[in-house]
């Protein structure tokens, strides 16, 4: 299975931006659906976007569309996470993770095969 390596992050105010990256290795990451994860302290971990294999069909969580996007550079087998106009509802921990199957990431975040190692955001007000 795919390894993958996060990095980005930090503290920053509410209406600022952040980049997380996520990078694979061991295997090609285009042979993979991933996704990027957050959790919040006392809550369940909730899939914030997700991208099929070729990229061809992506997904944001409703709270965040228009704000952060999720994307992917095949040359480099690194996956991105740009954070726009951060709320403090944003404030999380982030993780990226990845599956053969894209339909896998709206089951739950436990059924995921591979995960990056988490990443703190936090939006101060």
């Known amino acids: 299975q795919v390894q993958l390596v996060q990095s980005g992050g930090g503290v920053v105010q509410a209406g600022g931006a952040l980049r997380l990256s996520c990078a694979a290795s061991?295997?090609?990451?285009?042979?993979?659906?991933w996704g990027w994860f957050r959790q919040a302290p006392g809550k369940v971990r909730e899939l914030v976007a997700g991208?099929?294999?070729?990229?061809?069909?992506?997904y944001h969580k409703e709270s965040v569309k228009g704000r952060i996007t999720i994307s992917r550079d095949n040359a480099k087998n690194t996956g991105y996470l740009q954070m726009d106009i951060l709320e403090t509802p944003d404030t999380a921990v982030y993780f990226c993770?990845?599956?053969?199957?894209?339909?896998?990431?709206?089951?739950?975040?436990?059924?995921?095969?591979?995960w990056g190692q988490g990443t703190q955001v936090t939006a101060s007000s």
């Open positions: 991208r099929t294999r070729s990229g061809g069909s992506t």
């Open positions: 993770a990845a599956d053969a199957n894209y339909g896998t990431m709206f089951g739950g975040a436990r059924y995921m095969t591979s």
């Open positions: 061991g295997h090609t990451f285009s042979g993979y659906a």
